[in-house]
């Protein structure tokens, strides 16, 4: 038994390039119980993150009591992490589920019966619709629902209520990543498989703290670092995280500098003639533009900006450079910082470059949040048309017109679908009426929470919020809905890579819960939404038809879902995309050949000027004749619109720990995560801590121009001028909304700002100060075992797991492959 | 030659252009996009007009005795509100479109004159204020239904 509190990773199995990883499987029971006490084993997938482990669910007496990884699943080999193994069931199996639906009377939330609640939304959206059309209705989703969820939310918005107003968290998670493929190759699609870990000679992490945000990955590439051949790891963080640890080069930079080191890196390649110039020449567009983007930024250049030494600039470069085989990962840290999409384009353009794509351990990850977020993409829940279509394209559009029965212009395409930031400034306006929210928490998790929390408490707006609990922004609402959670119903999911997953319904859900799927379906029936053959819009009442009408969307499209069922996602791993009559086994990686769906008949964007996010307009994307060719898109670095000044002299920079998912609604309902992690804090450098008189565990206030957080200080390992608050801590344990008198929500500080092109919001840049408030009870309550351990051992006791030990058996079975030819070949 | 009075109107545009977009920006604070972009283009445009120097310098800058229905009118007050925006954004949409017509105009000069210094500058910056331009069509695009239909 391993205590997976302390060791978040658990035992090493090492294995070298091109071996397969060693099967490890993870197995957590509830207290006192045995294998012998479970009923059944459920297949599933972990919806904590965005790798989806493949994992079973442990059912006795009707209930949820554990979990297990699944042996032969491509992804995780077995292996679960602390989220998965810990609150993947108690996070749902729990007494503060919502088990009734709940309407505002008189100003208070009070229990009511569906009839009701569901009548009191349908009497209002009518009435908007009736007396002043579609747009005064949003919907702001998520990235934890299942793909048939999504698919209904998509045509009930679209076809049904036709607004373009509809998005998803996803816009905070993983806007960037769809974008920047976009932009690079034409449409959304990860070129990528997690396989290439197993085959690279180098992996550089991009703002990636892969340690703590997706663990299972990561002990992917540990395993291959306690091999014989280790691959080099080249890390981009601004905190001294456990991959930064392990990094052959850590480019700490400063928050809201990465364009210019990808800039330099960039140069670098052109300086060294590490140029694939067949490969530029064939499959490529825009080299001399990008050349001439990136000419200032010579490794001084970049050091001076960034805050690194110009020799690390060089290192980085030259491994890029010179290994055969590179994966790239990137995430939040580009993600989230202004500059984004321009960023993250840069690191395909070090592969376009390079040639270092479509083979093995060459390969691009660009990363997603939540696990779901792939669906919310795919299907159209985050504002884009279903399947990758092009909303600028009418022939798409009437591909959709014809699927869905209805006329074409019932599809809202004349402007660009509107992204979560400006769903609610509409709502702060007056402009959008009725605010449907599901399975997400915008109260915590928006930037400028202040706001946020205003603009959902205003009188007019009409807000219903379909959630597992009452959260902060449930208590908002005017109608809250009950939901049912994972392992409480059926539905698929897919991964970062691709790998599609079922998720088969173990349990009843609690009281009168329903599926957020039979919720949208009944909302579409009460409504009476027909097509044009006056037919109900949506013929389907299950998930497993939801599935088989989405494998008609996605059929011809780049993820093309044909040749999966729920029959082929049983019993075996799960099954990466696209899997149509060419790939019946599915596909380890895209664009083997080089050819890339820039097509303009075909492409799922004309894409965009990265400084601006200004549309290129069909016909100039015409007249570059793309035809199968990747864009090498460039922008100039330009600083971030909020730097430190005399007032506020710190930069501000959020994120995540390894214990915690999102709002922590259901981590933080798991008692072995909850005490890992139990409470908000601060991280600072030692030398802005002793300049401030600021010891660890020290009450310090934050503030910003937008608000204040007071939090315990952690003396830590944060470079120099720059402080790091997780994001994760509101006050639904408080049973308020807001803050009150201990503000703690990292976003309380953040700035209403987001990229030009995936209009993902800035959460890692603000300037905030920082005082101190007065002596706290001890050290500050962040884990030691992550980015967050104090920078003196001896100060702070060692975290360690309650109840935390979990199974390990390593071996159990053959190590499965990716079921292609493909893989290793 | 005509060509230093054109340089002239060209330097005041941009000028012209820079103002207003920062006017737009102050005016239109709540819309976060509109503001910083704005800032971001009025920079752009102060760059135009530094790379220009050289160029006056070389040709003069000279003054346009015609009745000037030429001159690019700065842009002094913003309008409030959704539809305000947007026709605040078709003003500035005009302007860009001024700015690059007269770019338009000073390059097929320099062509004639195969003044490589000078077409460089041109090249990036015409292209430049194109996509200014497509920034702010981009923008109204997305703004006008909102505005026009149901804005409070
Ligand atoms: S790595 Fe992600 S998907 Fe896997 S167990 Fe952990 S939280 Fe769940």
């Known amino acids: 038994m391993v205590d997976r509190i302390a060791n978040i990773w658990g035992n090493r199995t090492p294995f070298e390039r091109e071996g397969l990883w060693p099967v490890r499987v993870d197995q957590k029971l509830a207290d006192g119980l045995t294998d012998a006490d479970v009923d059944r084993w ?15 669910i442990a059912v006795k007496d009707g209930r949820m009591v554990g979990v297990r990884g699944r042996a032969a699943d491509i992804v995780n080999h077995g292996r679960l992490g602390p989220k998965g193994l810990f609150a993947s069931w108690q996070g749902v199996d729990n007494r503060d589920r919502l088990t009734r639906p709940l309407i505002r009377v008189d100003g208070e939330l009070v229990e009511t019966d569906w009839d009701t609640a569901m009548t009191r939304i349908v009497e209002r959206s009518r009435a908007l619709l009736d007396e002043r059309g579609p747009l005064t209705h949003g919907f702001y989703t998520s990235g934890q629902l299942f793909l048939e969820e999504y698919y209904a939310l998509g045509i009930v918005g ?245 699927l869905w029965k209805v006329h074409v212009d019932q599809i809202p395409h004349w402007a660009p679908p509107t992204h979560a930031m400006q769903i609610f400034r509409y709502a702060e306006q007056g402009s959008i009426e009725l605010l449907w929210i599901s399975a997400t928490n915008p109260a915590v998790s928006m930037p400028q929470s202040p ?32 939901a049912a959670g994972w392992g409480e119903k059926q539905g698929t999911y897919t991964n970062v890579n691709r790998t599609v997953h079922l998720s088969d319904k173990a ?9 957020d799927l039979d919720i949208f379906l009944d909302y579409a029936r009460r409504m009476d939404f027909r097509n ?6 949506i ?33 075996g791993s799960g099954i990466p995309w696209p899997c149509n009559d060419e790939h019946p086994d599915g596909t380890v990686r895209l664009y083997r050949d080089g050819q890339f769906p820039t097509e303009p008949d075909y492409c799922e964007s004309y894409g965009h000027d990265l400084l601006t996010g200004a549309s290129v307009p069909p016909q100039e994307y015409r007249a570059m004749r793309p035809d199968g060719r990747a864009f090498l898109k460039a922008a100039e670095h330009v600083p971030p619109h909020e730097e430190p000044s005399d007032d506020y002299p710190l ?104 990229d030009p092109v995936s209009k993902q919001p800035v959460f890692k840049i603000a300037a905030v100060r920082v005082q101190r408030v007065r002596d706290g009870n001890g050290p500050a309550p962040a884990p030691t075992t992550t980015a967050s351990r104090p920078a003196d051992a001896d100060a702070v006791a060692p975290t360690r797991g309650v109840d935390a030990e979990v199974l390990e058996l390593v071996g159990a079975a053959e190590p499965p492959r990716v079921a292609t030819k493909e893989e290793h070949g | 030659m005509m060509l230093p009075v ?99 105009v000073v390059k097929q000069a320099a062509l004639g004159l195969r003044d490589e210094e000078l077409l460089v500058i041109v090249d990036e910056c015409e292209r430049q204020t194109n996509l200014q331009g497509e920034w702010i069509m981009t923008r109204i695009k997305q703004a006008a239904p909102q505005a026009l239909l149901v804005a409070r």
Not at chain 1, 507 to 515: K, L
Not at chain 1, 656 to 663: G, K, L
Request: aromatic share 6%.
């Open chain 1, 539 to 571: 013929d389907w009442s299950g998930p497993e038809d939801g599935f088989r009408a989405w494998q008609e969307c996605s059929r011809g499209r780049p993820c093309d879902y044909t040749g999966l069922s729920y029959e082929r996602l049983r019993g």
């Open chain 1, 158 to 402: 679209k076809a049904g209520v036709g607004t373009p107003h509809m998005d998803g968290n996803t816009r905070l998670c993983t806007a960037t990543a769809a974008a920047a493929m976009k932009e690079s190759f034409g449409s959304d699609g990860q070129p990528g498989s997690y396989v290439d870990i197993d085959e690279c000679d180098a992996i550089f992490l991009f703002g990636h703290n892969m340690a703590e945000t997706q663990t299972v990955l990561w002990m992917r590439v540990l395993d291959r670092i306690a091999g014989p051949d280790r691959p080099l790891v080249v890390c981009v963080d601004p905190r001294e995280t456990e991959v930064a640890r392990h990094a052959d080069v850590h480019l700490a930079v400063r928050p809201g500098t990465n364009l210019a080191l990808m800039n330099g890196l960039v140069r670098e390649l052109f300086e060294h003639g590490w140029i694939d110039e067949e490969y530029v020449r064939e499959h490529t567009l825009g080299v001399d533009e990008l050349k001439a983007t990136v000419e200032q930024w010579t490794p001084e250049a970049v050091a001076e900006v960034c805050g690194i030494d110009p020799n690390d600039v060089r290192r980085a470069a030259r491994i890029f450079g010179t290994s055969e085989r590179v994966l790239s990962t990137v995430l939040q840290g580009f993600y989230q910082s202004h500059q984004a999409t321009a960023s993250a384009c840069q690191v395909n353009n070090l592969h376009l470059l390079t040639g270092k794509l479509g083979r093995r351990g060459a390969g691009i990850l660009q990363m997603n949040g939540q696990p779901t977020a792939q669906n919310t993409r795919e299907c159209g829940a985050d504002g884009d048309l279903p399947g990758f279509r092009n909303w600028e394209n009418q022939d798409h559009v009437a591909e959709l017109a014809r």
């Open chain 1, 451 to 482: 706001r946020i929390r205003r603009i959902l408490a205003k009188e007019e707006l009409f807000v219903v919020v379909q959630d597992l609990y009452l959260t902060e922004t449930a208590r908002l609402a005017d109608v809250v809905l009950p």
């Open chain 1, 507 to 515: 349990i009843e859900p609690p009281g009168e819960a329903r599926s």
């Open chain 1, 532 to 537: 044009d053959e006056g037919q109900p819009l």
């Open chain 1, 651 to 754: 930069r501000y920079t959020t994120g995540r720990t390894a214990y915690h998912f999102h709002t922590r609604t259901k981590t933080g309902r798991a008692r072995q995560l909850n005490a890992a992690a139990p409470s908000a804090w601060l991280e600072m450098s030692t030398a802005d801590a002793e300049r401030l008189g600021i010891r660890e565990g020290d009450v310090v206030s934050v503030r910003s121009p937008r608000g204040e957080i007071v939090v315990p200080a952690r003396v830590g390992n944060v470079i120099e001028g720059t402080v790091f608050a997780p994001f994760h801590y509101g006050y639904w344990e408080r049973d308020a909304v807001g803050p009150g008198e201990e503000p703690t929500a990292a976003n309380e500080l953040t700035l209403t700002e987001w």
């Open chain 2, 6 to 104: 054109y340089l002239g109107l060209l330097d005041g545009a941009e000028a012209a252009l820079a103002a207003s977009f920062r006017r737009i920006a102050e005016g239109h604070g709540d819309e976060p996009d509109v503001f910083h972009i704005c800032h971001t283009l009025a920079k752009q445009c102060d760059a135009h007009r530094e790379r220009f120097v050289s160029v006056i310098e070389r040709y003069g800058r000279g003054e346009d005795d015609a009745p000037d229905r030429l001159h690019a009118e700065e842009i002094t007050e913003t309008r409030s509100g959704a539809v305000g925006l947007l026709r605040d954004l078709q003003d500035l949409y005009v302007l860009t479109k001024m700015v690059d017509a007269t770019w338009v």
């Open chain 1, 42 to 56: 459920v297949q599933s997938a972990c919806v904590l993150c965005s790798n989806g482990c493949g994992c079973d």
